[in-house]
């Protein structure tokens, strides 16, 4: 058999670039030499590529037959490089342009979402570029979760229990983008469910986020190695259950291909379960929650690379059936 050749592309220019190195570190020793052949593209955090950069002309990258962009956040996971690939006409791994873009954007995301009818926590969205709200004050009783729109692990994100803490929630926001979002905060656990393409999409069994801190910050996801995972969460049939149908209805509403983590929140007073965010390209490493609920759920590490490249292939398989003029 003729082996795939496969790029892979990580680093990147967002805040997640370590985080994207040590995925394609994982990958790159699980991915089966037999049938693939592997291209690096590694993306500085200046934005410069190694050994060089794909191109944007259809055939002008003939070592290629799929790509897999490994980035997490901006200028990765935002529907930037999927752009890019859909101008090379280069199938690749994951979501498309417009399901990426909206999945960064959590004011849209949620938007999608409740058109969908899933459940999602009161919210405010505020744009700076359309109103002045420097001295506002909270719409929502305390606690409350202020984000930049468009980031990623909790960068930007503060929980605020007053007004003096709220103001300065909106200001390290808007730090980080124009354009923020304001939440009713939800005292309870936290879940997480991966979410694997195909028809139809299927969700693993889903793990609980027990973080050591205030909230699921960056710190603790990423530097203090303190928070605890419980794999499988502990729920009842009905709950995973719900869990799962939420998360493929996540998927579903903002148009995710392939594969996409879905997070939630579970209030304590009311039993009710949130659908938080979806992430599209998700961490990827060897102990990273999405491919860890695949493993718990019966696909091992290497074969979901492998189910999310061959999807990514029928994709485009589909797509040129497709016709872009008469
Ligand atoms: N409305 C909320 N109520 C309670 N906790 C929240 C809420 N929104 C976010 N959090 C906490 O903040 C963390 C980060 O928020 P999230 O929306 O997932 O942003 P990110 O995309 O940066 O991961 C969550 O994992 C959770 O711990
Ligand atoms: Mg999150």
Redesign the pocket.
């Known amino acids: 058999m003729k082996k795939i050749k496969l790029g892979l592309i990580y680093g990147g220019r967002s805040g997640e670039h370590e985080i994207s190195v040590r995925s394609a570190q994982s990958v790159l020793k699980a991915l089966d030499r037999e049938r693939y052949d592997v291209r690096e593209f590694f993306i500085s955090k200046e934005g410069k590529w190694a050994p060089h950069p794909i191109l944007p002309e259809p055939g002008s990258n003939p070592d290629l037959d799929v790509v897999f962009p490994l980035m997490h956040g901006t200028f990765g996971e935002d529907g930037t490089m999927q752009g890019l690939l859909e101008l090379a006409a280069l199938p690749y791994v994951g979501a498309g342009v417009l399901a990426s873009a909206v999945s960064m954007d959590?004011a849209v995301m949620k938007r999608l979402c409740e058109a969908a009818g899933l459940p999602i926590?009161e919210y405010a969205v505020w744009d700076r570029q359309h109103r002045d709200f420097t001295n506002a004050s909270s719409p929502f009783a305390f606690p409350v979760?202020v984000?930049p729109a468009n980031?990623?692990?909790?960068?930007g994100?503060s929980k605020a229990k007053n007004e003096d803490e709220f103001r300065a929630a909106v200001s390290m926001a808007t730090r980080f983008d124009h354009k923020i979002v304001v939440?009713?905060?939800?005292t309870g656990r936290?879940f997480e469910c991966s979410v694997l393409g195909g028809r139809p999409a299927t969700a693993a069994t889903p793990c609980e986020i027990l973080?050591s801190r205030e909230?699921?910050d960056y710190e603790d996801k990423y530097l203090l190695d303190k928070a605890k995972i419980e794999l499988p969460a502990r729920l009842t049939l009905e709950q995973t259950a719900e869990i799962q149908r939420l998360a493929v209805g996540c998927f579903e509403a903002v148009g995710c291909e392939g594969m996409g983590r879905v997070?939630f929140?579970m209030e304590t007073s009311t039993g009710r379960i949130y659908v938080?965010?979806i992430n599209t390209i998700p961490g990827f490493t060897s102990i990273s929650m999405y491919p860890k609920m695949w493993e718990y759920s019966g696909i091992a590490y290497s074969a979901l690379l492998d189910r999310l490249i061959d999807l990514a292939l029928e994709r485009a398989a589909t797509r040129h059936e497709l016709s872009y003029s008469l």
């Open positions: 959590k926590v979760f984000k980031l990623g692990s909790s960068v994100i939440e009713r905060g939800v936290e973080p909230f699921y997070d929140l938080n965010e």
